[in-house]
T-cell receptor, first 113, second 112 residues
């Protein structure tokens, strides 16, 4: 099993550009999450999903959008990138039965210049 | 989720036991306590969790006080590879919690 796979690992965007961060899991987990982590700081929840077709906002959703058309995939869309979105983005997934036990991807390091 | 409070940083000598405290005084009866660690800039890694009994696995031990208002993660023989940020979280419930939020954790430094 690959677990949680994030692509790309690194990306540089120019201000105003858009991009999609990909996240896929092969564990058949219903719950999926997107976090951002600024340098030296903790994890902030951006969006989460409890199953295909269901998403909800987390702590810092502004500037982002998500969709969940399948159980496996949970892409994060950045529209009109801003320097404040420079961060490391982590995707995670967990089961319904043990939702606090999450598996994380290795992250996407995004720089907006 | 119950609010958790952890010291921002701790040091521990290599080979000694590292005891990381977490306060979760607002925890409710069905909220588990989970511990994760994050090494450098990697994705956080699950360590252990418990409800009210002490737990042990190959990575660590978890001691939860009888009133469940605090817990301690114990790394019995700390190595340099245990240098990391450790997060204690208490999601709303072990079953059906959707919002998994993390605080700022404790930065543990193992001293040679």
């Amino acid at each position: 099993n690959a677990g949680v796979t994030q692509t790309p690992k690194f990306r540089i965007l120019k201000i105003g550009q858009s991009m999609t961060l990909q996240c896929a899991q092969d564990m058949n987990h219903n719950y999926m999450y997107w976090y951002r982590q600024d340098p030296g700081m903790g994890l902030k929840l951006i969006y989460y999903s409890v199953g295909a077709g269901i998403t909800d906002k987390g702590e810092v959703p502004n500037g982002y959008n998500v969709s969940r058309s399948t159980t496996e995939d949970f892409p994060l869309r950045l529209e009109l990138a801003a320097p404040s979105q420079t961060s490391v983005y982590f995707c995670a997934s967990s089961t319904t039965r043990d939702s606090g036990w999450a598996f994380f991807g290795q992250g996407t390091r995004l720089t907006v210049v | 989720d119950a609010k958790t409070t952890q010291p921002p940083s701790m040091d521990c000598a290599e080979g000694r036991a590292a005891n990381l405290p977490c306060n979760h005084s607002t925890i409710s009866g069905n909220e588990y306590v989970y511990w994760y660690r994050q090494i450098h800039s990697q994705g956080p890694q699950y360590i252990i969790h418990g409800l009210k009994n002490n737990e042990t696995n190959e990575m660590a031990s978890l001691i939860i006080t009888e009133d469940r208002k605090s817990s301690t993660l114990i790394l019995p023989h700390a190595t340099l590879r245990d240098t990391a940020v450790y997060y204690c979280i208490a999601p709303l419930s072990n079953f059906g919690n959707e919002k998994l939020t993390f605080g700022t954790g404790t930065r543990l430094t193992i001293i040679p």
